[in-house]
């Protein structure tokens, strides 16, 4: 089943306890992306990479790092968590940004919390 | 840089009446447009999306949107509500070169029996 995989999906830290979110795609998708959600701000691109070895940062990096050392896999790593990450996160993907291939999947979602 | 807003943070319809969900954006480029729908808990489903091809896009069950340029708008309509369309929805805009993906801030759509 073609579909974007995240992990954990629940998780529960403590401030400054370095973490990594997983995310995975068996799609052969050139695009990745991770985004966080907030009540009554939608959702919002944290950073995204268009290939193997090439990031870029979206809205809102800060507190965030991530790597694309593999085609289908795409970490998120928090380093020093704070509670203003405490957010539900969002990683997907799509097959070719800038074509008629644009739209991307989302992984089922993890949840955060920061304490 | 593209922006999108919502202009309806919440609408509530009756079951069976018609459906408009309010989205008018902001592009630099020729954009490409979608709909995403998230139902409680669940993650995020494309409903539609516009790529410069027809203005009127037909996406699954029953929703369709109409890209107008002169007005950026790009709202979302269903002729008959269903209960199972409870949920939030988002209008998402891109750029020419789609590396971003910039999301409105949601609008929560409830179904009253």
């Known amino acids: 089943e073609a579909q974007v995989t995240q992990n954990p999906r629940y998780l529960i830290t403590v401030t400054g306890k370095k973490l990594t979110v997983t995310c995975s795609q068996n799609?052969?998708?050139?695009?990745m992306s991770w985004y966080r959600q907030d009540p009554g701000l939608g959702l919002r691109q944290i950073y995204y990479s268009m290939n193997v070895e090439v990031t870029d940062k979206g809205d809102v990096p800060e507190g965030y790092k991530v790597s694309r050392k593999e085609k289908r896999n795409f970490p998120l790593i928090l380093e020093s968590p704070s509670p203003n990450q405490t957010s539900l996160y969002f990683c997907?993907?799509?097959?070719?940004?800038?074509?008629?291939?644009?739209?991307?999947?989302f992984g089922p979602g993890t949840r955060l919390t920061v304490l | 840089a593209q922006s999108v807003t919502q202009l309806d943070s919440h609408v509530s319809v009756s079951e069976g009446t018609p459906v408009l969900l309010r989205c008018n954006y902001s592009s630099s480029y020729s954009p490409s447009l979608f709909w995403y729908v998230q139902h409680p808990n669940k993650g995020l489903q494309l409903l539609l999306k516009?790529?410069?091809?027809?203005?009127l896009v037909k996406g699954i069950n029953g929703f369709e949107a109409e890209f107008k340029k002169s007005e950026t708008s790009f709202h979302l309509t269903k002729p008959s509500a269903h209960m199972s369309d409870a949920a939030e929805y988002f209008c998402v805009v891109t750029g020419s070169y789609g590396q971003n993906f910039v999301f409105g801030p949601g609008t929560r759509l409830s179904v009253l029996p």
């Open positions: 516009y790529t410069s091809a027809a203005t």
């Open positions: 799609m052969n998708h050139e695009y």
């Open positions: 997907a993907s799509s097959f070719s940004p800038g074509t008629a291939y644009n739209e991307q999947f």
